[in-house]
């Protein structure tokens, strides 16, 4: 008959309990789930072995984090080894675990039978209920003090990340800028649908909708022009004699009039949609400067809008850093992709790098080989902006050279520059970067030692010179005395 024993991590400690009726357990597993409430049923039932508590906070934390990943710790394996009965064709024994992952990495390292079936889960949600009852080294709430520390501890080092670095406000500014684009396309269109019907010819001069909407709010009621609105006008298109043909088509508009309540209403609408396209530009500017923080060599490659689809499409920073080139090749075209697949048909060369300069610059039937050159690129840029400790744009901007190298080696057939050597230029430069401020520091040091060092010999010559006026002063002295002797 082979023994059953459960393995329950708490915050406190391993413990190891023994099932002494397991087969009864198995049968009676309703009735069981229901005993286990009681503690005088559930103790006979059930026995501690063995519990050993954790050294020191960071010892609990170390072990947690490891139990959450499944992998077994050298306190978890001393522990077990020195309780677990030793394995033979005799004594036969399996241990219940609830996490299926360490399950499997201690049947690999330990060679131990375990098993995650609805008995141990139930053992071990009995075990859970009256842990702190059945330890007796943990009543007056030690054992909620330890869960408290250690859950904040856990989750403390979960959540841990740099504020500056975050990928998610990349992804959630994008994601507004792209609703923003298409909100103020749609307005615009609205208010040059409305208010052409007062000023229609308004619509050929402008052309810009954000302008348009600038200059249907100044206007309001285009009978109130004149030639004093001319330079304001001009400094809303920024071209004179567009405020020129504007105020002189006022003049002869074929448009019809506008009550007053109607003029207000157009007039709120065109101010909100200023606003608008004021607050997208503004936004932009935002994703640049994350952008510049979170994945300066992205951004530097392939430029600010297109690197933040490309994290925003991935999920992260850490997802797209993970992709290989094939997949950000053809990011944002899985539709295309699966479409291909099921029809045989030709794969799509490029998704969201088709909105690079670089893939518009190319020749048509270039344009595959450079996208697949393009998103290798981003998979490195990615890889590094992901795990550098210190944001630099030195590896993007010798990317990006590289990407017109090779554009124009596929034009005029010029070599381009190996990689391993541009890469290991870019190192060493960062290198030498890195040495200066050191460099500095031991010159700034070595000087101050050396003034040191010169007021220090100055205040021995001092000194030197002063013993010696001393000497000087009692050998006269002494001869004085004697001739007076004499």
């Known amino acids: 008959m082979s023994q059953q024993f459960v393995l329950f991590e708490s915050a406190s400690g391993y413990a190891l309990f023994e099932v002494v009726e397991a087969e009864q357990i198995g049968q009676l597993l309703d009735h069981v789930q229901k005993g286990v409430q009681d503690l005088a049923k559930f103790g006979a039932a059930v026995k501690l072995k063995a519990f050993a508590p954790f050294a020191s906070a960071e010892s609990a934390l170390e072990n947690i984090n490891a139990i959450s990943e499944g992998l077994v710790t050298d306190d978890l394996k001393a522990f077990l080894e020195m309780n677990l009965p030793k394995a033979s064709k005799k004594a036969k024994y399996t241990l219940g675990l609830q996490d299926k992952g360490l399950a499997q990495s201690l049947s690999d390292s330990l060679k131990v039978p375990c098993n995650t079936n609805e008995t141990s889960l139930e053992v071990l949600r009995g075990v859970r209920l009256h842990f702190a009852k059945i330890i007796k080294e943990l009543d007056n709430g030690n054992l909620a003090k330890a869960q408290l520390g250690l859950g904040h501890s856990y989750s403390r080092a979960k959540v841990k990340f740099n504020v500056n670095r975050a990928d998610n406000m990349i992804i959630q500014a994008i994601a507004l800028i792209d609703q923003m684009d298409k909100d103020i396309n749609t307005f615009a269109m609205r208010v040059r649908e409305w208010y052409s019907w007062h ?37 809303i298109t920024m071209d004179e004699d567009k405020a020129t043909q504007i105020v002189h088509a006022a003049r002869t508009s074929m448009g019809m009039d506008m009550s007053e309540i109607d003029m207000i209403n157009v007039d709120a609408f065109t101010t909100r949609l200023v606003k608008l396209a004021e607050y997208r530009r503004q936004l932009h500017g935002y994703l640049v400067s994350k952008m510049s923080v979170v994945a300066p060599n992205l951004a530097a490659l392939i430029g600010e809008t297109v690197g933040a689809r490309l994290i925003s499409h991935a999920g992260s920073l850490t997802n797209l850093a993970k992709c290989p080139a094939s997949t950000v090749q053809i990011l944002g075209a899985e539709k295309a992709l699966f479409r291909a697949l099921k029809t045989r048909g030709n794969t799509p060369k490029y998704g969201l790098l088709f909105h690079s300069s670089f893939i518009g610059r190319a020749a048509s039937k270039n344009k595959g080989r450079i996208s697949r050159y393009l998103a290798n690129k981003c998979a490195i840029a990615s890889r590094i902006d992901s795990f550098i400790d210190e944001p630099t744009t030195k590896y993007g901007d010798q990317m990006k050279e590289q990407v017109e190298e090779r554009l124009a080696f596929y034009e005029s057939g010029a070599a381009p520059r190996k990689n391993l050597d ?12 890195a040495a200066e401020p050191v460099k500095k520091e031991k010159k700034r040091k070595s000087s101050s030692d050396d003034k040191k060092k010169a007021k220090k010999a100055k205040k ?14 009692t050998d006269k002295k002494k001869k004085k005395k004697k001739k007076n002797k004499d």
């Open 422 to 433: 541009v890469m290991q230029g870019v190192a060493d430069a960062l290198k030498q970067a």
């Open 460 to 473: 021995e010559e001092v000194e030197e010179v002063a013993e010696e006026e001393v000497v000087v002063e």
């Open 199 to 235: 000023f229609p010819e308004l619509v050929k001069i402008v052309n810009d909708n954000y302008v348009y909407a600038r200059c249907a709010s100044f206007i309001k009621n285009r009978n109130t022009l004149s030639e004093d609105s001319i330079e304001e006008l001009a400094a």
